[in-house]
């Protein structure tokens, strides 16, 4: 008899920096603890193995009807439009069998920026203190994606009730130095950077040197497995799981 359980794949962009792989597993452990009925795995597009193809490979030789992926992408660019559905292409052409479904990215759908993404960014910077903040993200050619960070820039400004602004480690701009010293010349004093990453890495650090360097008083940590990040994972399988799902 197949197994009932629901696969569930977590897919990360991929890192050569380890700490980024070593949030993906944690992320993946927190979400398994939280719903021990989902049978939870990391996996990732490139830099680190498993890829999302053997995970799902494995998931149906192990029996199981039924599986998941979850994009770990805070935008909706190339990687999650291309990437991951490829992902499943790829297993099917290998002979998948099992029903798979694609669940939306964690970031903005629809105009809409997820609460519990406000509360994963709101609950990794100071409770106190600041009186504006740059929402710092690794950056992207897509214009479309880019928007959407600003998007949730906007809306973690009025939760937080600050003036707030975008940056970006690389490949647009602002810089988070250049967020920060806007601020600053606009009567900011205490300029915070929010992370809009999911995990540590090369592009984090760029930010993070940036923005110190420009002023900033207060750095938050990637969003790794904190508690809002994981509810927004299961309310993101949960949406997908029922969904038609993919004919094998």
């Avoid at 991929?14 to 452990?29: I, K, M, Q």
């Avoid at 993200?137 to 009025?158: M, N, P, W, Y």
């Amino acid at each position: 008899m197949r197994p009932a359980r629901l696969g569930v794949v977590l897919v990360a962009h991929g890192s050569r920096d380890p700490r980024a792989a070593a949030a993906t597993r944690a992320l993946a452990l927190a979400v398994g603890e939280a719903r021990p009925d989902w049978e939870v795995s990391a996996s990732y597009l490139d830099h680190s193995l498993p890829r999302p193809d053997q995970v799902l490979g494995a998931l149906d030789a192990a029996g199981h009807r039924r599986a998941v992926l979850v994009p770990l992408l805070l935008t909706a660019a190339y990687h999650g439009r291309v990437d991951v559905p490829g992902a499943v292409a790829a297993a099917r052409a290998e002979g998948l069998r099992l029903d798979v479904e694609i669940a939306d990215v964690l970031g903005p759908l629809d105009g809409r920026v997820p609460p519990l993404l406000l509360d994963g960014l709101i609950s990794k910077l100071p409770s106190s203190g600041l009186d504006a903040v740059v929402l710092a993200a690794a950056g992207t050619r897509d214009a479309e994606a880019r928007s959407t960070v600003e998007l949730a820039a906007a809306a973690l400004g009025a939760r937080l009730g600050l003036p707030a602004s975008v940056a970006y480690a690389s490949a647009a701009s602002p810089t988070a130095g250049e967020a920060v010293s806007q601020l600053r010349a606009g009567g900011a004093s205490r300029v915070g950077m929010a992370a809009y990453f999911l995990a540590p890495g090369l592009l984090y650090d760029i930010a993070v040197q940036s923005a110190l360097a420009a002023g900033a008083v207060a750095i938050a940590e990637p969003l790794e497995e904190t508690a809002a990040l994981v509810r927004l994972v299961e309310s993101r399988v949960g949406r997908a799981a029922s969904r038609r799902l993919i004919a094998a």
